[in-house]
C-alpha cells in the first residue's frame, strides 16, 4: 500500500477527503498515517511469534488482516484488533466518512445515508451520539483557556448524557459548564454538581482570558453579576 503525504484533515476538501477513503488499501494507508491502525501490532501471536504481515483475505468485511509469517504457524489477527473500531461492525470507510462529514457540519440524516451508505437510522442517530460524547470527553480532560481581548465568548451549560459505545444505550448523565471561543473555536469543559454563581464564576475566572469583547450567555443567574464583564 502507497504511503503518501497527507494535507491536514481540518483544511481538506471533500475532493482530497475522498481521496483518501476512494479505496480499501487507501483507507487504510490513511488509517495507518493518522494512527488510527497501526503499521505492524505490537502483540505477538498466541503461539509467541511478532512476525506480522498485512495478507488479503476477500472472506472478511476488511478485505485484510494481520497474518503471521512463520510458515508453520500462519495465525491471523483483524486489523481492527486493539484500535478504534474494534467494536463496530460497520466498515472502516462508512465510519471515516461519517466522522469526516460531521466533523464539517454536513451531517444531516439524508446526506449520511446516501454517502455513507447506511441503512439503519438508528446507526447514525447512534454514532452522531458517540462522536459527541467523544468530544465532550476530550474537552472535559484537556480544557482549554480561551477568550482574550477582542474574542467572543459563548457560555452555557448542558446535561451530558453518555452512551455506551455506538449502541445508544444511556450509561448516566452529568452537568456540563463550558464555553467556546467564537474566533479560535477553542473550547473548555468541566463538570459541576452545582449550578449557581458561587460554583460556575470562579470557572470562568480560570478558563476565560480577561478583555474578551462581548460574550452569550443563556444564564440569567450569572448575567447579573458585573464581575463576569473583564
Known amino acids: 500500500m502507497a504511503h503518501y ?11 482530497e477527503w475522498n481521496m483518501c477513503t476512494s479505496t480499501l488499501e487507501d483507507t487504510i494507508s490513511f488509517c495507518q498515517s493518522v494512527k488510527l491502525i497501526p503499521y505492524r501490532p505490537t502483540a505477538p501471536c498466541s503461539n509467541g511469534h511478532n512476525n506480522w504481515y498485512m495478507g488479503k483475505c476477500s472472506k472478511i468485511i476488511d478485505g485484510y488482516h494481520w497474518r503471521c509469517r512463520v510458515k508453520e504457524c500462519r495465525l491471523t489477527r483483524s486489523i481492527r484488533d486493539g484500535t478504534f473500531f474494534a467494536n463496530s461492525k460497520l466498515e472502516i470507510q462508512q465510519v471515516l466518512d461519517l466522522m469526516f462529514y460531521w466533523s464539517q457540519g454536513i451531517d444531516t440524516h439524508d446526506f449520511l445515508r446516501r454517502h455513507c451508505k447506511f441503512a439503519s437510522e438508528s446507526t447514525i442517530v447512534d454514532w452522531k451520539n458517540f462522536l459527541r460524547d467523544t468530544c465532550a470527553e476530550h474537552f472535559l480532560r484537556h480544557p482549554g483557556v480561551i477568550g482574550g481581548v477582542g474574542h467572543v465568548v459563548e457560555i452555557d451549560e448542558s446535561a451530558w448524557t453518555k452512551r455506551k459505545y455506538n449502541r445508544g444505550r444511556v450509561v448516566g448523565n452529568q452537568w456540563v459548564f463550558g464555553g467556546i471561543d467564537r474566533d479560535t473555536r477553542e473550547c473548555f469543559a468541566v463538570t459541576v454538581d452545582r449550578r449557581d454563581p458561587r460554583t460556575l464564576l470562579p470557572i470562568i475566572q480560570q478558563y476565560v482570558l480577561p478583555g474578551i469583547l462581548s460574550y452569550m450567555c ?13
Not at 503525504?5 to 475532493?15: A, F, N, Q, S
Open 5 to 15: 503525504p497527507l494535507p491536514p484533515v481540518d483544511d481538506m476538501t471533500l475532493r
Open 218 to 230: 443563556s444564564l440569567p443567574m450569572i448575567e447579573e453579576y458585573d464581575n463576569i464583564q473583564y
